[in-house]
């Protein structure tokens, strides 16, 4: 009508309209308080160290067209908000960001949050430089990037994390649990993705909480109380309670000067929620993870309602809520009862839904995986070189690449599950810190080649071959026939000495290697195949941006022998002929009709190809009186397409829709054969090729493989896998390794915590691999071993499987909101990625192939260095020292003991980290205590204090054991807990340091004074 | 291939990758440069008082679902943000929000603001209680809104804004320029929205800022430097420089050590930027809006980067960067030159593309806009009575409908482009503000009545009839024959004694009605239609939630007169028959076959209908010797549907597809006569009744059409129109009020200031309405005044045509989100919208308009307020008083002044504004200086001051002139400057006010503190 007097009824209700306005002061200082539901409202941001955009677009806040974030807005604006009130607190977990805003900040502010840190209302957790993923990533590299942040912590703050916090990782690994979690001195874990049965059961019987106990070896010293939360992954319990700016949680509107007032119904929603989740959580303690990805950025906003749900909750009285932490949660458990349900091995494979399983990931981006994988390495010996030369004050340094790997291992990074321009910016970081740290290990090699003032000047003349995987290294293909002299430098970062072939492309046969008595060795000449130069070329240019200018045309191939933490130098020089004692190779095709068997190898191992078939029949070893059936074969899956709205095939999940073998009935075979070693080359597809090594004096078959550009012209995404099928009568069960660490038993449509629902028997099959995977009987073994994180499985007894690449189609809806799809582009010449690797193979009697598995998982972790340096025909000028050991010449470790971390600190001491490679009863010879002497690791150099310390080296392992929560298993007395065996105190006088099976130790070594900066190359330095 | 040493060669080019990290320092203490491009960087948010989002909802930030936006949040942190650089600054405007925000703060964050205040850091700009819409308000309204919210930043800061900022209305208004603008003391005004083609011309010719000189009367005097923005409505000058969180802007990434560092980038092209607006803008100076609607919820995230750019770009130096405000740029503007080109009139309709004319918003939502009409004029009446009664210290007062009326002039409140649950909000609010003066009229009619101690507990028996207008009024129609009688107030708050009609619904016919002397007086019995009946039951309860419970029959009507500022008292009480003087009514229907033509009215004036067709056709005034032609008719424009991706027609947009005649060719008539007036009623349609008034006292026709629900069953929306059609031979010309105010030639499809491309024909030629449109030739004139803001034009010569009521279908895409189609609800049960409303006609000689558009205007505005009480029979102890004026009795204001404000303010000042009513030239007698003599206004009060002020109050007059700056047209030597005449001093002893055409005056006027607190009624007093 002609107005609008609507609601004049109500409004006659409205008894007092305009109340005195009054500044509100919210009653925020609330604890916990005893016999009531208590809400820990633990405020956080989960900030990804990149995944749709770069870590430095998230952190400066670019690029928001993509995803709206800026986590300098969130470190900002929490400053403020927690100044605003003292009750207030925050976590803060990932310190690549942390760090960077740091930088940024006033030493007023850095003031003010040293003051906030202090106090505890900023508690950092977890601490490391990123919430790394816990299927791609080596423990190696979960430890280096935990130790990185962690330090990082403990000298601006002087605090070490309490807790762990994996909230998002896809699936959470034993050595998470054990390693970076009890083994760093954390009190609990926490994290939010598991099996969606998994919850559903553990919800049903209040086992969310448990403790997990997840090395068998280790045992209770290990173990770690450990939270998986029961909704919505990290976020609020309810739609309702998101308070980001311009989120749509409604707000608590207390101010009944305005409409809209709805205490009574906030209140009671918050009740619901809180009273909803205790009906499932044991004690009187839940916990509300209020924040989600990249939130906070006007952190005001969320206290702002936070403290008001605190203030008009805790006046209700219904129940209890509080601004808390992680770690004032577990103490708050801890204080109720120490005694929660056991978990032991992993949380691995993890599906959100039916179709979703989270396997996919395990082998996404594999160039990238093994790019890390490699670094990973090169890391630890560049380390150990910046050690020997003493590290630098200015000038290059491992840092880069200690950032760029901690980076790298971040749970949307090495796990593939980035967008293509986020991979594309963790593998510049590599390269840069790469390139840094190649002028580290130049610059060290140098100065123990020619020990010397100004040695270091002399890196220039130190070349190395970052693409010597494509068949691409300079200083080896140079012409020599002028007379010059190519010296390769081969370093062994292991405690072992160490032979393994070199093989390095040549533009000539007419070859001789020397080694560093100058006596000729045995070298061996092959040629380089047509696809290896097609690949060179196009990857060069694509690399570097120009195509190489010359070819080679041979790789020339020897056997280097090194000593442990050493190099040895050969020389190669040109003669007039080829090499006298190696017989030039013989070629000769397999066309398929041909009737008798071919035999590889000349050693103890011999691979049997069908005369009939071209293909793998059988695995001889002479020694180990070995004779099996062994076949090998690629299929791809064909990823689902999810057109329809159903779960597709992605960066994340695997979801197959068939299994397509490739290749065909009869392969064509090619073989060459030499005195090191013989290849059988087969070309599956224009687009698979492969090579099959077999050394002489090696056990195993190594598979080199190129697989790509997977063609997609059919429209459908492929992931291609390649399986070794054996008649061993595995039962369904066969083993994976733990981040590279610890082996589980895997068994085929099976959980050990509840009855599994199979939806997906073959996604829901997959592991994750570091190291490898294995498959026994009661007679053998077969094992084979990887290069880089890789998916697996074994979906049929005696076969296992390793997917090697995939090329989808789809985005499979689980946020990257990209198909993984990669090409690599020259001009605008794109194809899709091919990717090159190997896998190593073997059979063994039953119980023999854990040492090859443990030493040479070493070998492939750490392969030889090489570095390059010409010399003038006949004149050692260019260096004195041809061959070296950093420690005691007579002295190696034990077959059972790895040197994980050498390093320098900024202080010149030094960071060493010794692991006993075998678990309990792993191997009948080498799963004992065993021990390393310090001092002959060390040399001549004077040690002068050892100083044992938690694994992430931010606390003593003393202090550490005694302040950490002693948490026990449900129904058992303390003596049924089983305690892993433990090295004892290292004497200062012998300095000698036990290993228990699976024990890492972690020591600050300090060296005196008197002696040279330089640590361990007395030998060297005067 | 196996890795992803992407980029390697761009890496390589990389100097120096690491620099050491800094804490960075802006330098932001830039002030004007001579001889640049001086870029002033005003931050600053707009904030709707109510839009997609009631007020409240914005405020607090709930219901982010619609939009996100929460003025709290930038409210916070923009004090936080200002605290953290001394030379950031930044404006705030809406003080609806401002008040909302300052009431929730503590004492400590209230001095601190004081400081930003009081330092400039943070300025107060335009300063209203909303930026009030130029198109729908009344300009009483507008002074209102703007003094509530300027009284509030003095008191509370003790500063007056210096700048118009209308950067939102769509268009904007002659009165707002000269009278909002440059009568309240502003420097310059600037403003978003003008017309497509305009801005295209004014950026051509350097004219985007000028010298407004809006008013014709009052010339040089009230004009105003004004600046209309050059693109972008109020925003950054390019997509580039938009700096929310989250926003999809480049950020200044200026840290070497990330990525994708792009200062100079970013640099060149906030350079290009200023350069291209440097382009079409005179002088070095020009202005970016940054910020828009509810921006800066974390203003750290804007200044971060403003700081940036303006270190960086004065390092670059090719432009200068500063923080600035309008009043600053400003003042920068005046120091290079105070000259600038003439704008006169005003700029609507606003047109943002060929077929967005925003003329539709002039008419969406009539009842809204009734209401706020409606109470506007009663806020008027009410501070007086507040007044005379004495100003509650606590209790019911007028300030909750100043403040809900201080909304509703919000630019999307009565402009009708808020949602529709917002618009209910605004209803709301103005019926709990109505509902509380309702309150003080009671007590201060109570006190008047009764003046006695206490006398304010006898106001709960007055009643009020809110609903009359829906023919619902329950003391009226109560059953006064047991005896009782009702005794009815009726107050004139005009300046002028005033005779009118009053209407009132009764349950019988045996009535009889006395003036204050006990004599009986003339009054008119009708029946009341079912038409009424019918929407008095349902409206009644939609808005009440429940039906009437008996039903009226019949329309008392008799003629009230009642001095200026006071009351008279009429007594109704039940007779034994129908009163005897008036003849009771006689009706007769008109079949449409009849011959004789109908003549209405017993007066000077009749109105005749064609005895043919039963339409009106001949308007004759025996008086002024009119004999003319008239004709009246309903159509309807059919709503562009826009559902092809083109422009609709919607709450902002009119854009028609077409119209349509409303009715048939000859038309049913129903005729009542009686002795005070006659009525004529048709029934157009069953969604159109139409009842034509004729008074025996009044030469002007009263229309009160009932519009609605208007039919949509075909899918298509209707704009309804009425046409009045003369044979005037208006040559293309009409006049239109500017806000109630000054009257603007219309030229139909022309500009004055640019050569009009015609695209809309009908909706390019609408303008806004607020007191009348009308239209003459050489002979007469042809007047239609309005209840209510209205959309109208003459789209034919000699044809006047109102925009009635909207009911449209699809949204207009200018921001609302939704259709404009009201609907009224009892249960399930909802219906379209009716829409009662009034239109008053009459033609006159040649120059003879003036007076009745002039002074029957104001009693439009201000109808004569009623109120009712019960009298026992024959006994007067309810009241003492039966008849009042509150001035002195013999005084009366000049015909051509009117009483704007009477308001007792909280320290017992007088708040008085006095309007000279007629602009020069207008009218031959009443266009000239006039006088009030304060002394009789205020009786026998004794007046001990009289300051004259800004028309906001907020500033002296003298000192406001005083400090303004002078602004000169180009072209023009200050002889040449036509400023307008101006009353002179007023006399401390004289006390009389002079005041010349168009001249408003506003005074605080002190009363002496011997007398009474009742400041006018000492007749009442004792």
Chains 1, 2 share one sequence.
Not at 401 to 409: H, N, R, V
Not at 492 to 513: C, Q, T
Not at 982 to 1008: C, N, S, W, Y
């Amino acid at each position: 009508m002609a107005d609008f007097r609507v609601l004049v009824m109500l409004i006659l209700s409205v008894v007092s309209v305009c109340v005195e306005s009054k500044y509100m002061v919210y009653e925020t200082a609330r604890g916990v308080v005893k016999d009531k539901v208590n809400v820990h409202l633990v405020a956080h941001t989960h900030d990804d160290v990149g995944w749709l955009k770069t870590v430095d677009q998230y952190y400066v806040g670019s690029n928001n067209s993509i995803q709206g974030a800026c986590v300098r807005n969130v470190l900002d604006s929490v400053v403020q908000a927690l100044l605003a009130d003292k009750n207030r607190k925050f976590i803060y977990v990932e310190q690549a960001f942390f760090q960077r805003w740091w930088n940024d900040q006033s030493e007023k502010t850095q003031a003010i949050v040293k003051r906030l840190v202090s106090s505890g209302q900023l508690e950092m957790i977890n601490g490391g430089w990123c919430m790394h993923d816990e299927a791609a990533p080596h423990y190696i590299d979960m430890i280096d990037q935990t130790t990185y942040g962690h330090k990082f912590i403990k000298e601006q703050f002087n605090v070490t994390p309490r807790i762990g916090w994996q909230i998002d990782p896809f699936g959470h690994s034993a050595v998470q649990a054990y390693l970076l979690g009890a083994e760093v001195g954390f009190d609990s874990l926490f994290f939010g993705r598991i099996d969606y049965q998994d919850r559903a059961k553990r919800k049903a019987d209040k086992h969310l909480e448990v403790i997990w106990r997840a090395s068998k070896t280790l045992g209770s010293s290990s173990q770690i109380f450990a939270g998986a939360f029961p909704e919505n992954v990290y976020e609020p319990p309810t739609s309702e309670f998101y308070f980001e700016v311009n989120a749509d949680s409604p707000i608590v509107q207390d101010n009944v000067n305005l409409f809209d007032y709805n205490v009574e119904e906030r209140v009671n929603a918050f009740v619901a929620a809180a009273l909803s989740q205790a009906n499932f959580t044991r004690t009187n303690h839940v916990m509300w993870t209020m924040g989600t990805d990249f939130k906070y950025q006007y952190a005001e906003s969320w206290f702002r309602n936070m403290d008001k749900f605190i203030h008009y909750v805790n006046k209700d009285g219904r129940v209890n809520a509080l601004y808390s932490t992680p770690s004032i949660y577990t103490d708050a458990k801890y204080a109720e009862t120490n005694t929660w349900p056991l978990k032991e091995d992993d949380y691995f494979p993890y599906a959100s839904d039916i179709n979703a399983y989270w396997t996919g990931y395990f082998t996404s981006r594999p160039a990238l995986k093994g790019y890390v994988r490699m670094l990973s390495g090169y890391y630890l010996a560049a380390r150990q070189l910046e050690a020997m030369k003493g590290r630098n004050k200015s000038g290059p340094t491992t840092d880069y690449l200690a950032d760029a790997l901690g980076t790298a291992q971040h749970h949307d990074a090495v796990s593939g599950t980035s967008q293509q321009h986020v991979a594309n910016d963790y593998a510049k970081r590599l390269a840069i810190g790469h390139k840094e740290a190649e002028k580290v290990v130049a610059e060290s090699i140098a100065c123990m080649l020619s020990p010397k003032p100004g040695c270091a000047s002399l890196a220039t003349n130190i070349q190395q071959c970052p693409l010597l995987n494509i068949t691409n290294c300079p200083p080896t293909e140079a012409d020599l026939s002028s007379g010059k002299k190519l010296v390769v430098v081969v370093y062994n970062s292991l405690g072992w000495k160490r032979s393994d072939v070199i093989r390095l492309p040549v533009a000539s046969e007419n070859l001789a290697v020397y080694d560093s008595n100058e006596k000729e060795i045995e070298s061996q000449i092959f040629p380089i195949i047509n696809e290896s130069i097609s690949i060179r070329n196009y990857y060069t240019a694509a690399y570097t941006g120009k195509p190489p200018t010359s070819t080679p045309k041979y790789w020339l191939a020897f056997t280097a022998s090194v000593p442990p933490l050493g190099f040895s130098t050969y020389t190669i020089s040109s003669t007039k002929k080829p090499a006298s004692t190696p017989v030039k190779e013989e070629f000769y095709t397999h066309t398929g009709a041909q009737k008798d068997d071919i035999e590889i190898g000349t050693g103890n191992l011999k691979l049997i190809y069908s005369g009939s078939d071209g293909k793998l029949s059988h695995y001889v070893n002479s020694r180990s009186a070995i004779d099996a059936s062994l076949k090998q074969s690629y299929s791809f899956y064909a990823g689902f397409d999810g057109t329809t709205g159903l779960q597709a095939s992605g960066a994340y999940i695997f979801r197959p829709n068939g299994t397509y073998p490739i290749g065909s009935q009869k392969q064509n075979v090619t073989v060459l054969r030499g005195p090191i070693y013989d290849e059988v080359h087969q070309k599956i597809k224009s687009w698979i090729y492969q090579i099959t090594r077999v050394y002489k004096n090696k056990e195993h078959a190594e598979v080199e493989f190129t697989v790509g550009p997977i063609p997609i012209g059919d429209g459908v995404g492929k992931e291609i896998a390649t399986k070794i099928s054996t008649t061993i009568k595995s039962n369904e069960t066969f083993y994976t390794d733990s981040n590279g660490r610890d082996f589980i038993e895997r068994i085929r449509d099976y959980r050990a915590d509840w009855d599994l629902e199979v939806n997906q028997p073959i996604a829901g099959n997959y592991y994750p691999i570091n190291l490898g995977i294995y498959l026994k009987d009661e007679k053998s073994e077969l094992s084979v071993l990887v290069d880089r994180s890789v998916g697996g499985s074994s979906i049929v007894d005696g076969e296992l499987e390793l997917m090697l690449h995939r090329r989808l189609l789809y985005d499979d809806g689980k946020g990257v909101a990209e198909a993984i799809n990669e090409t690599v582009c020259v001009g605008n010449d794109c194809r899709g990625l091919a990717v090159q690797g190997k896998y190593y193979l073997r059979m063994d009697p039953l119980g023999e192939g854990a040492k090859w598995r443990r030493s040479y998982g070493q070998e492939i972790y750490s392969p030889l260095l090489l570095a390059f340096t010409e010399q003038d025909e006949n004149k050692r000028t260019n260096f004195q020292v041809s061959k070296f050991s950093g420690m005691d010449s007579t002295y190696s470790l034990p077959d059972n003991v790895a040197l994980l971390t050498l390093q320098e600190l900024e202080d010149g001491k030094v960071l060493l980290r010794l692991a006993h490679l075998y678990e309990s009863g792993e191997d009948k010879d080498l799963s004992v205590m065993t021990s390393v002497e310090l001092k002959k690791l060390f040399a001549k150099r004077k040690i002068t204090n050892v100083s044992e310390m938690s694994l992430s080296a931010n606390q003593g392992r003393a202090e550490m054991e005694k302040k950490r929560l002693v948490w026990k298993v449900e129904g058992s007395k303390n003596d049924d807990e089983p305690a892993g065996q433990r090295g004892g105190p290292v004497d200062p006088q012998k300095l000698v340091v036990e290993l228990a099976p699976m024990e890492i130790r972690t020591f600050i070594v300090t060296v005196g004074k008197t002696l040279s900066r330089r640590l361990v190359s007395s030998d060297l330095s005067r």
